[in-house]
C-alpha cells in the first residue's frame, strides 16, 4: 500500500500485505520505490502510470531506498 501523504522521490510503502507480491519479494513497511523495471519512478501519478505498462504475471526488477 503506497503512503499518499509521502512527498520525496519515489512512492513509500505505508504497508505490505500479507502473502503479497511485495511480501514475497522483501518489500517493507518504508521502502521507498524509486524504478520498476526500465522505468524510473518519481511520483504517485507516475507510479500508476508505470504499473500500467505491466501485464499480471509479468516479471521485473524493482529497484528500492530502505533506511532513507
Known amino acids: 500500500m503506497?503512503?499518499?501523504?509521502?512527498?520525496?522521490?519515489g512512492v513509500r510503502a505505508d504497508g505490505?500485505?500479507?502473502g503479497r507480491v511485495a511480501q514475497k519479494v522483501g518489500?517493507?513497511?518504508?521502502?521507498i520505490l524509486?524504478?520498476?523495471g526500465?522505468?524510473?519512478i518519481?511520483?504517485?501519478?507516475?507510479?500508476?502510470?508505470?504499473?500500467?505498462?505491466?501485464s499480471k504475471g509479468d516479471a521485473t526488477k524493482v529497484k528500492i531506498?530502505?533506511?532513507a
Open 2 to 9: 503506497p503512503d499518499y501523504t509521502y512527498s520525496g522521490k
Open 42 to 54: 518519481t511520483d504517485m501519478q507516475n507510479y500508476m502510470q508505470t504499473l500500467n505498462k505491466f
Open 65 to 67: 531506498k530502505r533506511g
Open 38 to 40: 526500465d522505468y524510473e
Open 27 to 31: 518489500i517493507r513497511a518504508g521502502d
Open 16 to 18: 505490505v500485505s500479507d
Open 34 to 36: 524509486t524504478q520498476l
